[in-house]
């Protein structure tokens, strides 16, 4: 056991610096493998030594080694995210599933990310996971009916959700990656974890909100989100729940968010 929780970590940083370049080239349209890693400031060429998961971040102190500008801390916390999903996945799924929901993981952190810097979901990640998480469902579960419900009711919800907000409000509330990105996880987890997803994700969601403006309404919000999330987790609590835990990466958005938000607050607090 302890050796598979040390493979899924060394493999977890290995494929979470893989995922950087994912996060940092896919928006820029650039290939994912190729050519080799550059400091974006100076361009250049990341030696060897100072590539390796965290170990180069910690050992350059978090800066360049030939121009010294600063390295963002997304990469060791890109790195250190992947690690811990794959050894919480190691501990609680067995194969063949496993490999479907790291697979899973690695999109929807790559999404994030993306999400949170440039306020985009690719298509170039969210077409290709519906197929995958639909064509998977006919070995895996959740099945391929609980799939085809989750991909159909994931995307619809929410496009149905956006077209209504859009009609009333006469603006976009969302935008059509989250429509594809919900059908993907749909397709992925079937519809009973895509419903807990989409509710975990509003109920986070009303926390980060509540952190960033102390508001009554947004107080209500979340206390009426967190009794559904509560009675629904409960409806589904038996198998399915434990694997919810690990895959829902909306739950390392909620890390990853924090960390960002206090380090650009550093950030601005340091210049
Ligand atoms: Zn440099």
Redesign the pocket.
Known sequence: MAGAVLLALAMGLIVGSFLNVCIHRLPLRESVVWPAS???????AIAPGDNIPLIGYLRLRG???????P?SVQYPIVELTTAAIFVGAVLLVDPPLLFARLAFACAMIVLFVIDLEHRILPDVITLPGIVIGFVLSFFLPPGWRDSAIGLLVGGGVLWLMGELYFRVRGEEGMGFGDVKMLAMIGAFLGWKLMILTLMLSSFIGSIVGLGMRSHAGVAAKMFRTLADVNINIQMIATSEIKTSIVVDAKFVELAVRVLHDAFVAGQESAA
């Open positions: 550059r400091c974006p400031h100076c361009r250049a800066r360049c080694r030939n121009c010294r500008s390295i």
